[in-house]
């Protein structure tokens, strides 16, 4: 009796090792294959104007038509009670609803140095303007809008 | 009355245990995508339009139609035409590649295709409006 026990617990044990996955082997080749994709510069510049709400915002939507570079530049600022100096927020996004849903955003002054940046797949985006608080009064503004 | 010995038995359920011949499901699932219609409500002015963005996130079919118009304060409903359409968005409108000039009613108005991505849903006056008109656009898309 005690070596049917035996046996039947070497066969238990046995079986149960052959029961496991397959034991994975090393791949007897390694090969490594990374593409880079480089991003198009901007091929087409629009002008984006209009006027910003005190406490509001504005957006300009677009498309580009490949991966690459979308550049955002506050050109000008202005407007009764309005300096042109002043600080408003600008962003880049994509249409939603009634708005543009930034995903990237800074607080500018009007300048000639692209203030926003980023590689972008190709799609619908949307550039927004919009009082941080700063404002008393309407301002009339410029942006620069440049994609692939 | 044949006895056999244990070890027999257990690897008889051992080998048995090991086997991976698949066995039917007990249960059939069945999963149903259930879109629910977008609302577009807002004023639209004399001679004015508006738009609404929305996301396509697979090629199907949209439908669209004006489920009310009625003049800003006044409950009675507008049965003018206005001008109900899709596009893209472009500038700071909706550059409208379908459309069709529709009164409130509650049946399909406007059908299309839509491949995916983001597109725009678009309402205009076409000069019938005498006033401005709080207005609600059902739409169903994929």
């Keep these: 009796m005690r070596v049917h026990i035996l046996i039947a617990l070497i066969a238990a044990l046995a079986l149960s090792v052959s029961c496991g996955d397959e034991t994975p082997t090393s791949p007897t080749d390694t090969s490594t294959s990374t593409t880079t994709t480089t991003a198009a510069a901007p091929t087409v510049s629009e002008e984006f104007s209009s006027v910003v709400p005190v406490g509001g915002s504005k957006f300009y939507s677009f498309t580009t038509s490949t991966y690459g570079t979308i550049n955002l530049t506050l050109a000008s600022v202005g407007g009764s009670l309005v300096p042109s100096t002043v600080m408003l927020g600008l962003g880049l996004g994509q249409p939603s609803g009634t708005e543009c849903v930034t995903t990237s955003t800074v607080n500018t002054a009007a300048g000639s140095a692209v203030q926003l940046t980023g590689a972008y797949n190709a799609g619908v985006y949307c550039a927004r303007v919009f009082d941080i608080g700063n404002l008393f009064a309407p301002a009339s503004f410029n942006v620069t809008i440049a994609y692939p | ?142």
């Design chain 2, 1 to 142: 009355m044949t006895r056999w010995p244990p070890f027999v038995l257990l690897a008889s359920l051992l080998m048995a245990a090991c086997g991976d011949s698949p066995t039917a499901p007990d249960d059939t699932v069945t999963t149903t995508t259930t879109v629910s219609p977008t609302v577009f409500e807002g004023t639209l002015d004399v001679k004015g339009a508006r738009f609404y963005s929305f996301s396509v996130s697979q090629s199907g079919s949209l439908t669209a139609h004006l489920a009310s118009l009625t003049l800003v304060g006044h409950r009675e409903v507008l049965a003018v035409p206005v001008r109900l359409g899709v596009g893209v968005p472009k500038g700071e409108g909706c550059a409208v590649t379908e459309f069709v000039d529709a009164s409130p009613a509650l049946v399909t108005q406007l059908t299309t295709t839509l491949a995916a991505g983001i597109y725009c849903m678009n309402i205009s006056d076409i000069g019938a409006l005498p006033d401005a008109a709080v207005f609600s656009i059902r739409f169903l898309h994929s």
